[in-house]
């Protein structure tokens, strides 16, 4: 079945500057891939997602990026600000599959001031 | 409002004492699932609904049950809590046909001693 590996599992940068996160995925048939993002407290939310027609997409600071030769996709967000802390999921998912989702283990970003 | 809410927010219970932990969604979502979520190890998902009456396993069902007799309520039932049933849960709809976005709930958290 469907795994979906992520890295890193912390990561910490500086106010200002830009994070990557990373995720594999082992389905080649997997053809959506959202990004969600769980504040302190709360549920996880939808952030960005992508279709594997698409390449690229962007939303103003967040953009994801998806290779699907290699099988991964990433989460870029720019110019990083204190409200962007927070633990970051990735998944994918395929169309015949119900709408399930195979997540990654998540990442919890540290933006230092 | 459009949200998914989840009752009771805490619970400490002990092992043994059936629990119910409800879900109710305003949004008249056909989808529902109900997530656990430990360190490291991201979402994992417990059971799923794809409309009333009809329920699946997830890839964590053991010691878990659940119901779907309406569309807007999708409670999730622990007969006999164990201690490694302590989580932190969250229940999600979607309208699975429009789009895959879930929107979650803002998560149950259980303790069993």
């Known amino acids: 079945g469907e795994n979906v590996e992520q890295h890193p599992s912390t990561l910490s940068v500086q106010e200002g500057d830009s994070a990557v996160i990373k995720c594999t995925y082992s389905?080649?048939?997997?053809?959506?891939f959202p990004w969600y993002k769980q504040e302190l407290g709360k549920g996880p939310q939808l952030i960005i997602d992508?279709?594997?027609n698409v390449g690229e997409k962007k939303d103003q600071r967040i953009a994801v990026t998806l290779n699907k030769t290699a099988k991964h996709f990433s989460l870029h967000i720019t110019e990083t600000q204190p409200e962007d802390s927070a633990v970051y999921f990735c998944?994918?998912?395929?169309?015949?599959?119900?709408?399930?989702?195979?997540w990654g283990a998540g990442t919890k970003l540290i933006i230092k001031p | 409002e459009a949200q998914v809410t989840q009752n009771p927010r805490y619970l400490i219970t002990v092992t043994g004492k059936k629990l119910t932990v409800t879900c109710s969604q305003n949004?008249?979502?056909?989808?529902m699932s109900w997530y656990r979520q430990d360190p490291g190890l991201g979402l994992r998902q417990i059971y799923y609904?794809?409309?009333?009456?009809?329920?699946d396993k997830g890839d964590v069902p053991e010691g878990y049950k659940v119901s779907r007799k309406e569309k807007r309520n999708f409670p999730l039932i622990l007969e006999s809590p164990s201690p490694n049933q302590t989580s932190l849960y969250f229940c999600?709809?979607?309208?699975?046909?429009?789009?895959?976005?879930?929107?979650f709930g803002p998560g149950t958290r259980l303790t069993v001693t």
């Open positions: 999600a709809s979607s309208s699975g046909t429009r789009s895959y976005e879930q929107y």
């Open positions: 949004m008249n979502h056909e989808y």
């Open positions: 609904s794809m409309n009333v009456e009809v329920t």
């Open positions: 389905d080649s048939a997997s053809n959506y």
């Open positions: 992508i279709r594997s």
């Open positions: 998944a994918a998912s395929r169309w015949d599959s119900n709408y399930q989702l195979i």
